[in-house]
């Protein structure tokens, strides 16, 4: 029988510190309940002593996910490992995860701790853990670059202390995988109470290598669980991919010889959901969750496909979860056909009004646009007019018009905050016009950071998928909008970015307001 892999999902805690990637807790539930249809081992739902709202979504998670473990991230202090606890009470499997740095340069600067300081916190974190949960993991932050006789006598104390899991950050994305392999190869070797734990790998792709330092931990140094996000998600250049790890070990069963439990048939639907709800657009080349992923435009490649498809595919689309752009609904498909695609789509709906209000939208949608397909009523659910929050900006009406050798000119109405104001301006194009004029009504200041267009589906017919992503003040949003007119998903992601930075609603990002 193969080994197991243990994939450990922190979309939710590590992903989130991505700029302008906070979530609310709705929209972690959502996502912790995609990760749960995924089958991942285990679910870092958070930091729950980083905030209020963290806590909130911890324990929300806590009480409702059944089939996978979930876990609290902790720095190596009591008052933090109790409130994980805390969080986690509601959870039969649950996970406490305590982390404190052991690289010179973190322990000197960052803690301004010597190393018998935090040897000792690590193992007094560790024991005070255990006292609520026998799933504990111990992390030394900036393993990667800390000293290995240090770092051996850290982890052997905590491992006699219960740890159940040790897991060795590079924190910085500095490993290669060769190195990094047998970093951890040497680990165990040296650390005399390895095998009473299960060696975890953690990877940040600053130098692009995150999964296959990953996965050459796995391999050559014997890890059994990777830490990994959704579309690779993380702050910086991200974490290692779930998608690619995953696909990795099943793809190449014949070298790793690795049992996974991932149903692989819900990575496509993840990746979509984390991308809408985080507002960070999946590159179209990205690995198997990519647009292009499976699309073979050279003659050479499609002809082979078409006569054997193994030819240029090492994957199955369909088993990663792409459906050929079906059309599933239209303008006559009744609430009942809507409600029962949505259930067959796995999208979660939370209420009868959740789904009256996507239900409208959809109507408004298939009177515009005569093929509905599985992607439309996925991007409906993303749109947040029809999960609960903040809509203190809302559009009314747009119009805009441009002409060859005229400079383009739009007027946009809004409410806001219940009162209706209509603004006009000028711009370099439609979409520059209509976002200046809502600026000239609402006065933000805020800086346009990115702007990125995507067609849903296919063709011209498509819906445009818009996301923006704002700056304030220090703080940074995503807003998305779709509509089959590119420039009114432009207003309405624009619509939703403004909302965010105007919100009363906590948006949660655990790490960056914590000092060590
Ligand atoms: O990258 C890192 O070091 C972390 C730890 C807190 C596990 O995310
Ligand atoms: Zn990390």
């Known amino acids: 029988m193969a080994d197991r892999l243990i994939i450990f999902d922190t979309t939710l805690r590590d992903g989130e510190q991505s700029p302008g990637a906070s979530m609310t807790k709705e929209q972690k539930l959502r996502i912790a309940k995609q990760l749960e249809r995924l089958r991942v081992d285990v679910i870092e739902a958070g930091f729950a002593a980083s905030s209020n709202g963290d806590f909130d979504a ?76 026998d799933n504990v993991e111990f992390s030394p932050e900036d393993g990667y670059r800390s000293e290995p006789d240090f770092l051996c006598r850290v982890l052997e104390a905590v491992i006699a202390e219960g ?25 165990r070797r040296r650390v005399p109470n390895s095998d009473k734990a299960v060696w975890s790998v953690h990877c940040h792709n600053d130098l692009g290598m995150a999964v296959a330092n990953s996965l050459a931990g796995v ?37 790793f010889r690795l049992e996974v439990g991932i149903d692989t048939t819900q990575i496509v639907p993840a990746s979509k959901l984390v991308s809408a709800i985080t507002g960070f657009p999946v590159q179209p080349n990205k690995a198997v969750v990519g647009a292009n992923a499976f699309a073979h435009a050279s003659g050479i490649h499609q002809d082979g496909v078409l006569k054997a498809r193994d030819t240029y595919e090492i994957m199955r689309a369909e088993d990663v979860g792409w459906t050929a752009n079906k059309i599933v609904l239209g303008k006559l498909s009744g609430r009942n056909a809507f409600k029962q695609r949505v259930q067959e789509l796995g999208i979660p709906v939370d209420s009868e009004a959740e789904l009256n209000a996507a239900f409208a939208k959809f109507k408004e949608l298939a009177d515009r646009k005569a093929e509905i397909f599985d992607e439309d009523i996925q991007a409906l659910f993303s749109d947040e007019s029809v999960t609960p929050h903040d ?35 000028d711009g370099n194009g439609p979409v520059d016009a209509s976002l200046k004029a809502i600026e000239s009504q609402v006065g933000s200041g805020s800086e346009l950071l990115l702007y990125s267009v995507n067609a849903i589906t296919t063709g011209t017919e498509s819906q445009g998928e818009v996301t923006v992503r704002l700056a304030r003040a220090g703080r940074i949003v995503n807003g998305v909008g779709a509509d089959p007119d ?31």
């Open 163 to 187: 740890a159940t899991t040790i897991n060795i950050p590079d924190t910085v994305g500095y490993a290669v995988p060769e190195l990094y392999g047998q970093f951890i190869a040497d680990l």
């Open 58 to 133: 911890v324990r929300t998670i806590a009480n409702t996910v059944k089939d996978s473990t979930v876990c609290s991230l902790a720095r190596a202090n009591d008052k933090d490992i109790s409130r994980a606890a805390e969080a986690l009470a509601g959870s039969d499997n649950k996970r406490i995860h305590t982390f404190i740095a052991t690289s010179p340069l973190h322990m000197e600067k960052k803690l301004r701790m010597t190393p018998d300081q935090v040897f000792e916190q690590a193992r007094l974190a560790v024991r005070f853990a255990r006292r609520f949960t």
């Open 219 to 255: 391999k050559l140094g014997g890890a059994r669980q990777v830490e990994c996000t959704i579309n690779g998600l993380g702050e910086r250049a991200g974490n290692c991919s779930l998608e690619e790890v995953v696909m990795a070990v099943k793809t190449r069963r014949d070298f």
């Open 391 to 425: 809509e203190h900006f809302k559009l009314i009406s747009l119009a805009q018009r441009s002409e060859t050798g005229e400079r383009p000119h739009a007027r946009v109405v809004l409410a806001i905050g219940g009162k209706e104001v209509a603004s006009e301006a």
């Open 486 to 516: 590119i420039i009114a998903a432009s207003v309405k992601a624009y619509l939703n970015a403004l909302n965010k930075l105007y919100t009363t609603t906590e948006r949660l990002n655990p790490q960056t307001s914590l000092a060590p």
